[in-house]
């Protein structure tokens, strides 16, 4: 129904080019990156284009609209438009939802989510029994054209809603913004009594300004069961959030069943205590802590992700971090070390910091790893695969006659050379079987005896946690970056200075500071380079994270801001203006999904960790 009369709520421009795409879960299937797009302007095929230029423009001040529900829309979209009736569309038993070619998977979810809140059928049909609604779903090539396949177009009318998606994804993330227009109740497992369940009128152009839109979670120093996993993967799609980074193995647990290595979960998926705070803290739990996933578990958990347009990307973390690994298999490690206790046969630490444990580099080594990634790779069909690569210290090697040995055989200076070996070892591994390797940004630290710059591996992409700096560096060197300094965007650091702020790690990040966070640094703009910032992640180390509460309290509801960050465009993000999105639904929207985020006000009494020693850095985090 074309729109005489309408309200531009907000109109973001086109944003640039994104790098490159993501291959999803699915072999063969790939999360999009929006192409160039100039709309709006003469030629535009965008429907409405000329209500849209003739409306008022707001930057998130007050408009005659302002309890509108599309003006408390997370992330914040490209564009709303308003029309001026203020009318809308009920749902009842008679709404039909009409799933076109390409769009089965969401149409699924849909029935799932929106059917269980609201009670309704929605049966499959192309028009509405009795003049009921129609809901429908379709792929669209004029969409694809002018916002790339993740983005979409809704439109609500008197006569139903329509949801026109670039590619599957785009559909799916539409309907992620209807669901939000219908209001926090459909956030919920089953139908309040007397409720309304209506749309507004409203039409919605959208798409996202990073193909890369991340959460890293750390499964190996607490465990998360699958369940807890599935979880993650519905609040990420929630937020048109499109990549889950399973950190599945470090010193303290390997959470992944190996077949051809059983005792990597048979020992070294459990550890007998767990300090309870800071390293520094004398409080322990002395119950065994543990848990793996089974292939199975992975398949599901994996399929899940497919089905919501979640990439899942795991990581084996080498050649540090391999306390457990080393525990279940000690020949893994550098037998010939001898002389200290840190330096005997290791249990699974049952400690955090950095552990002086690190794999022995031999041929023996490579091949036990190598049988680790082929069970890897047919668990996990998308393009990436992270194999950690930070914090390894090289003292053992410095001790050990073999790793002296290997790097002068190999022509190295000395023992520092080995991890660039390592990672040019397992990066030509995962190139020959079509994947890419992922690692963090000491991947860049040593070049090796071939090395020529800070590339070592052609096609890795560099997750660059110590700043921006290593992703920098990498960017201009020709390779792809994940942008996740830890002075911005790890959700584990503390949210407020508050002596009640739980188990106190790092640098104040509030929620405020996460939403002004920027992928592109000012080094990068406008130069080449800064199309190789894939985007940005989010990551939630769980040293001091025990539970399923404990971990959302910490990425909620900064996770949203994130979201924001990294989908909507930069010059139309306004922190007062999100506070308001916040405010009036997005809390509530949380609430229903029984999230429990840290409240604007601080903690509940029940949130609080008294007694448990943290380490709280203090000032502002360096710009780095």
């Given at each position: 129904m074309p729109l005489t009369s309408c309200e531009v709520v907000r109109c973001e421009t086109p944003v640039a080019r994104c790098a490159t795409a993501l291959r999803s879960g699915r072999p063969g299937s790939r999360p999009p990156v929006a192409p160039p797009v100039r709309r709006g302007g003469p030629g535009s095929r965008t429907p409405n284009a000329e209500a849209a230029r003739t409306a008022r423009h707001h930057r998130g001040g007050p408009t005659v609209h302002d309890t509108h529900p599309a003006r408390a829309l997370v992330p914040l979209p490209r564009s709303v438009t308003v029309p001026a009736d203020g009318g809308r569309l009920e749902l009842d038993a008679r709404t039909v939802l009409d799933a076109r070619e390409g769009t089965e998977d969401t149409a699924r979810v849909l029935r799932c989510t929106l059917g269980a809140a609201?009670?309704?059928?929605?049966?499959?049909?192309?028009?509405?029994?009795?003049?009921?609604?129609?809901?429908?779903?379709?792929?669209?090539?004029?969409?694809?054209?002018?916002?790339?396949?993740?983005?979409?177009?809704?439109?609500?009318?008197?006569?139903?809603?329509?949801?026109?998606?670039?590619?599957?994804?785009?559909?799916?993330?539409?309907?992620?913004?209807?669901?939000?227009?219908?209001?926090?109740?459909?956030?919920?497992?089953?139908?309040?009594?007397?409720?309304?369940?209506?749309?507004?009128?409203?039409?919605?152009?959208?798409?996202?300004?990073?193909?890369?839109?991340?959460?890293?979670?750390?499964?190996?120093?607490?465990?998360?069961?699958?369940?807890?996993?599935?979880?993650?993967?519905?609040?990420?799609?929630?937020?048109?959030?499109?990549?889950?980074?399973?950190?599945?193995?470090?010193?303290?647990?390997?959470r992944l069943h190996v077949e051809r290595f059983p005792r990597l979960t048979e020992v070294g998926a459990w550890r007998p205590r767990t300090r309870l705070g800071h390293r520094a803290s004398p409080l322990w739990d002395e119950r065994p802590h543990g848990g793996f996933y089974t292939h199975d578990d992975i398949r599901e958990i994996v399929a899940y992700a497919a089905e919501r347009h979640v990439t899942v990307v795991p990581e084996i973390d080498l050649p540090g971090h391999s306390q457990a690994a080393i525990a279940a298999y000690p020949e893994l490690g550098n037998t010939d070390v001898h002389g200290d206790a840190a330096h005997t046969a290791p249990e699974v630490w049952t400690d955090w910091g950095v552990s002086p444990h690190v794999l022995a580099p031999t041929e023996a080594v490579l091949r036990f790893y190598e049988g680790v990634f082929e069970e890897v790779l047919d668990l996990f069909p998308g393009e990436f695969v992270h194999i950690g690569g930070d914090e390894c210290p090289r003292d053992q090697w410095r001790r050990s006659p073999t790793a002296r040995a290997r790097a002068a055989r190999l022509g190295l200076d000395g023992v520092d050379g080995l991890q660039a070996w390592f990672t040019r070892h397992f990066g030509r591994l995962l190139a020959e079987r079509g994947r890419r390797l992922v690692g963090w940004d000491e991947i860049l630290d040593d070049r090796g005896a071939d090395g020529d710059g800070p590339v070592p591996v052609p096609g890795a992409v560099v997750s660059s946690w110590r700043g921006y700096a290593g992703g920098i560096a990498a960017a201009r060197a020709g390779l792809d970056v994940v942008m996740c300094p830890e002075q911005q965007v790890y959700l584990d650091h503390r949210q407020d200075a508050g002596e009640d702020e739980p188990v106190p790690i790092g640098y104040v990040r509030t929620l405020r500071d996460v939403h002004g966070f920027e992928p592109v640094p000012p080094e990068l703009e406008g130069t080449e380079a800064a199309g190789r910032v894939l985007g940005a992640q989010a990551n939630l180390w769980t040293e001091v994270v025990e539970d399923r509460r404990r971990a959302e309290y910490q990425a909620f509801p900064r996770l949203a801001a994130f979201a924001e960050v990294v989908w909507s465009r930069r010059e139309a993000r306004e922190w007062e203006d999100f506070e308001r999105r916040m405010a009036g639904a997005h809390y509530a929207r949380l609430d229903a999904l029984g999230v429990a985020y840290r409240p604007p006000s601080g903690p509940r009494p029940w949130q609080r960790r008294p007694g448990i020693a943290g380490f709280p850095r203090q000032g502002p985090p360096p710009s780095v």
């Open positions: 609201t009670g309704l059928p929605l049966p499959p049909g192309s028009t509405g029994v009795d003049g009921g609604a129609v809901l429908r779903l379709r792929v669209d090539e004029t969409v694809a054209a002018e916002l790339g396949p993740e983005g979409y177009r809704l439109e609500v009318t008197a006569s139903g809603a329509e949801i026109a998606g670039g590619a599957a994804a785009g559909v799916f993330w539409g309907v992620q913004t209807l669901r939000q227009l219908l209001g926090p109740d459909a956030y919920r497992g089953a139908p309040l009594p007397g409720r309304p369940r209506t749309l507004p009128h409203t039409v919605v152009e959208d798409a996202p300004r990073f193909p890369w839109r991340g959460f890293m979670v750390d499964v190996a120093r607490h465990f998360t069961p699958k369940d807890g996993v599935l979880r993650w993967i519905d609040l990420l799609a929630a937020h048109k959030l499109n990549v889950l980074h399973l950190h599945l193995t470090d010193d303290q647990g390997w």
